[in-house]
């Protein structure tokens, strides 16, 4: 047993040697080589950060998962008319919630995600927002009608006080599927920098609660 060890010590020490030979063999290898491993262990550790976060993501909005909406939560149409939740969600709908305080890349990340599929939907998503005041948002619904979004999909302003689930309080964008009896559901929370898992996200909810016959890439 104490020849393996002895055996084991001295292979270990050659490798080292080789290894520190080869790093040593130029400089310009050396640095090369260093370069490499930062590289590696930035990658790493941005790995490790999205995994954190789609898991603390994921267990955030399970706080609101299957609870059923205030039927008498206010909502404005682009007119300024007051209209109850009762009175907007009469059919399911897939639910974009966002805060023009929220990330600016986010919502823009998701926005994109509705003007490339929006010729596979036709009023079954709704955009619920919240803009400091009026003209803000007309200007960006008119942006959004530029970019072809806006006939296929509704558009309500809601007040600071939001929908008064428990996501309200984490100040991100998410999605959501809501039947007639304003039981939601599907709570997704996107990652700008995963925009494909979005995707997926709006085609399997077209598919799945509207049986569109999309393709599912």
Same mark, same amino acid.
């Given at each position: 047993?104490?020849? /393996?060890?002895?055996?084991?010590?001295?292979?270990? /020490? %050659?490798?080292?040697?080789?290894?520190?030979?080869?790093?040593?063999? &130029?400089?310009?290898?050396? %640095?090369?080589?260093?370069?490499?491993?930062?590289?590696?262990? $930035?990658?790493?550790?941005?790995?490790?950060?999205?995994?954190?976060?789609?898991?603390?993501?994921?267990?955030? &909005?399970?706080?609101?998962?299957?609870?059923?909406?205030?039927?008498?939560?206010?909502? /404005?149409?682009?007119?300024?008319?007051?209209?109850?939740?009762?009175? %907007?969600? @009469?059919?399911?709908?897939?639910?974009?919630?966002?805060? $023009?305080?929220?990330?600016?890349?986010?919502?823009?990340?998701?926005?994109?995600?509705?003007?490339?599929?929006?010729?596979?939907?036709?009023?079954? %998503?709704?955009? $619920?927002? #919240?803009?400091?005041?009026?003209?803000?948002?007309?200007?960006?619904?008119?942006?959004?009608?530029?970019?072809?979004?806006?006939?296929?999909?509704?558009?309500?302003?809601?007040?600071? @006080?939001?929908?008064?689930?428990?996501?309200?309080?984490?100040?991100? =964008? #998410?999605?959501?599927? $809501?039947?007639?009896?304003?039981?939601?559901?599907?709570?997704?929370? =996107?990652?700008?920098?995963? =925009?494909?898992?979005?995707?997926? #996200?709006?085609?399997?909810?077209?598919?799945?609660?509207?049986?569109?016959? /999309?393709?599912?890439?």
């Amino acid at each position: 047993m104490k020849n /393996i060890k002895i055996l084991v010590i001295l292979i270990l /020490i %050659v490798f080292n040697g080789l290894l520190i030979y080869k790093l040593n063999l &130029s400089n310009g290898a050396f %640095v090369k080589t260093k370069e490499l491993l930062k590289n590696q262990i $930035i990658k790493n550790t941005d790995l490790i950060h999205t995994m954190k976060l789609d898991e603390n993501n994921f267990l955030i &909005s399970k706080e609101s998962e299957d609870l059923v909406l205030d039927k008498d939560v206010k909502l /404005i149409t682009l007119k300024g008319d007051t209209i109850l939740a009762k009175e %907007v969600f @009469k059919q399911d709908n897939i639910v974009l919630r966002y805060s $023009i305080l929220n990330c600016k890349e986010c919502i823009d990340a998701e926005l994109n995600i509705l003007i490339n599929n929006n010729s596979s939907f036709s009023n079954e %998503v709704c955009l $619920i927002a #919240y803009h400091i005041n009026r003209r803000d948002m007309s200007v960006f619904y008119e942006e959004l009608k530029k970019k072809g979004l806006t006939t296929n999909v509704k558009f309500f302003l809601t007040s600071n @006080k939001g929908l008064k689930i428990p996501l309200e309080n984490y100040e991100i =964008p #998410y999605y959501f599927h $809501i039947d007639s009896n304003l039981k939601m559901n599907n709570f997704y929370i =996107p990652n700008k920098d995963k =925009p494909k898992l979005s995707e997926y #996200y709006l085609k399997f909810g077209l598919k799945n609660h509207f049986h569109k016959n /999309i393709k599912l890439d």
